[in-house]
């Protein structure tokens, strides 16, 4: 799958990547480089917290542990 981010701004990319299901974003995290959009940052970066939680305890077969030190 191809994804074409020219023209759209951080914010619609972020409500676009926030909106994808837990293996729609593995692909889009494999697929899509930000550098070659100028932007300093990767996909993860963009996901609000809750959806990051989700996606953090997916990617850890719902086994990770969260801590704040």
């Known amino acids: 799958m191809m994804y074409d981010l020219k023209g759209k701004t951080i914010i619609e990319i972020k409500e676009y990547v926030n909106s994808l ?29 809750s959806r990051l939680y989700d996606y953090i305890q997916y990617s850890h077969n719902g086994e990770a542990a969260i801590t704040f030190d």
């Open 21 to 49: 299901s837990n293996e729609e974003l593995d692909k889009f995290i494999e697929e899509v480089d930000f550098h070659d959009y100028d932007f300093d940052l990767e996909a993860i970066d963009l996901l609000n917290s």
